[in-house]
């Protein structure tokens, strides 16, 4: 106390505060550009090197000014924010990647050329449909995009009348990225972010219904999912629909808040796959006759850890570059956002491989991988609203729920999930959902305000019940409507092309029946009686 | 059996939906909603899951 009291009174006395003196036009006029014989012997320390030089000029004749600096300012403000959302989407445009290995070594060896083809075209089918139909429809009127200029052209929301109150529904702006001035620079750049996000929810389902699912209803599922399913759900979150606006219009905390998509991305990508995996039922030889689990092992768990590293690194794209910018309305969060997102996947890890370890004497590779999975898609909503130690809890929790899940779709539902799709994505990105409304400590502030209501997102453990209403009123949406909608769309198509490959193709595995080519010719497989180790 | 599913899985969503004018107290919304999830629930795992395993292929 004493030292801290002689240190207090070494400080020199604080300067008064000086009054702002405007800067003037030839305030500006007075600097001066490097000397240009220096610059033209290189600049190694780079300290020539992006000078008052480099600033654009509105008019030559008045040379530059005041204006001309501040236009410089804003456009490299939005440089940062486009160049921060195009990279962070290419890095989760990568987690395709990690998927598809994730999958196809979750799967047997005799199906892996079929797998690994749902992984890849659901790429291209997805952002064919994404680009047709499904961007108008989720963020056609999202009303502005501070971040990256504003995109005024997505600005036109189809809205119901409800209780009084206005319910977005669906955007009506972007068909084909031209109809109603989408031919424009900023809404390049959400679509880019937006549409790797849609094809993560859609590869989520290639897992659940793998080693059974007939290639062509996987493309017409992918496809109506890429257009209507997901972007619907996405818009009321994200485009300025009804979630959005709980806030506003019935003072439910902020509204519905999700950063980075538990619920928007992978709670209808789980839900999906539930849907998926219930209609196609399970593989022959998965349950005996008494209704008893055999465990059907992949084939190369090498694959599995190497593609949870690839998924684990591209989520740093995921939940980060859900600031959609790294300057202006408080996006250095973006720091906290990627620490909070790697110790959630760590403990999400530990978690499961404890619970294993525990249970059943071993720590289970693959459940380990999933834990770090579960950990990861827990985090992604409330990433950018908690503080590290809110994120541990989350993870841990995660990593634990996911064994339970996993335990409980395969032995009470009997519902065959080859890879734990169901439990990773659906059961914890209902978590996730759910997490925001206990555990987001008010502190963020993203600009002042979050879904137009003014205040940070705060959860339950600090204050604020509503904001649970909010976030469990998005779940039931989720399972009451996204999980309804889903099973429907499916069912349809079951009906008209059929979901399930025969039993012979299944038996031989889908690589010759369906794909024409096995995914590994030079080598002889064996068929092994489920159940063996 | 599917179809009676279905509709109380999604009866789950509209209850959800209408504890925003039910009542304005959020602990009222809160048991609303909460009642909504239990019943969307149990349309799906109690009702169209329980059906589809009547007919599940490792039966046959």
Known sequence: ????????????????????????????KGVAPPNADARVK??????????????????AKKGLTVGDVINQVGQNKVAINFVWTLIT?????????????????????????????????????????YWLIGFAIQMGGVGGVGNLGGAPPLNTEH???????????????????MQGGTYDVAVMVVFLFQMVFMDTALTIVTGSAAERWKYAAFLVSSFIMGAFTYPLFANWA?????????????????????????????????LTALALAMIVGPRLGKYTRQGKPNAIIGHDIV????????????????????????????????????????????????????????????????????????????????????????????????????????????????VDDPVGAISVHGANGLWGVISVGL??????????????????????????????????????????????????????????????VSAKAELEGLDLPEMGQLGYPEFELKARPAGAQ | MTAIGILVTFLGFVLAVL???????????????????????????????????KNAIWRK
């Open chain 1, 238 to 270: 994200w485009g300025g629909g009804w979630l959005a606006n709980l806030g506003t219009n019935f003072g439910l905390g902020k509204g519905y808040c999700d950063f980075a998509g538990s619920g928007v991305v992978h709670a209808v990508g789980g």
């Open chain 1, 303 to 414: 694959l599995v850890l190497t593609g949870c590293f690839i998924l684990a690194f591209g989520w740093f794209g995921f939940n980060p570059g859900s600031t959609l910018g790294a300057s202006g309305n408080g996006n250095l969060r973006i720091g906290s956002i990627a620490v909070n997102t790697m110790l959630a996947g760590m403990a999400g890890g530990f978690g499961a491989m404890f619970y294993m370890w525990m249970r059943y004497g071993k720590p289970d590779a693959s459940m380990s991988g999933n834990g770090l999975l579960a950990g990861l898609v827990a985090i992604t909503a409330p990433s950018g609203f908690v503080n590290p130690v809110g994120a541990v809890i989350i993870g841990l929790i995660a990593g634990v729920l996911v064994c339970l899940s996993v335990e409980f779709v395969d032995r009470v539902m009997k």
């Open chain 2, 19 to 53: 504890s925003l004018t039910l009542t304005t107290s959020v602990n009222g919304r809160l048991f609303i909603v909460l009642a909504g999830l239990a019943v969307s629930l149990i349309g799906l795992i109690g009702i169209i899951n329980k059906g589809l395993l």
């Open chain 1, 89 to 129: 989407g290419f890095l989760v445009m990568f987690m395709q990647a990690g998927f598809a290995i994730v999958e196809t070594g979750l799967c047997r060896a005799k199906n892996a050329n079929h797998t690994m083809m749902m992984n890849f075209m659901v790429y291209g089918t997805g952002m064919l449909a």
């Open chain 1, 439 to 500: 555990f987001a400590d008010g502190k963020s502030n993203y600009g002042g305000s979050w879904n137009g209501v003014t205040g940070s997102v705060t959860g339950l453990f600090y204050g604020d019940a509503s904001q649970l209403v909010a976030q469990l009123i998005g779940v039931v949406t989720l399972v009451g409507f996204v999980f309804v909608f889903s099973f429907v769309v499916n069912l349809i198509i079951d009906a008209c092309i059929g979901q399930r």
């Open chain 1, 1 to 28: 106390m004493a030292l801290g009291a002689s240190l207090a009174l070494a400080q020199p006395a604080a300067p008064a505060a000086a009054a702002p003196v405007p800067v003037t036009d030839a305030d500006i």
């Open chain 1, 42 to 59: 290189g600049d190694p320390d780079g300290g020539l090197t992006g000078t008052v030089s480099d600033v654009a000029v509105g008019d």
């Open chain 1, 159 to 177: 809205v119901m009348t409800l209780f009084g109150k206005p319910f977005g529904l669906f955007g009506q702006h972007g068909l084909f990225l």
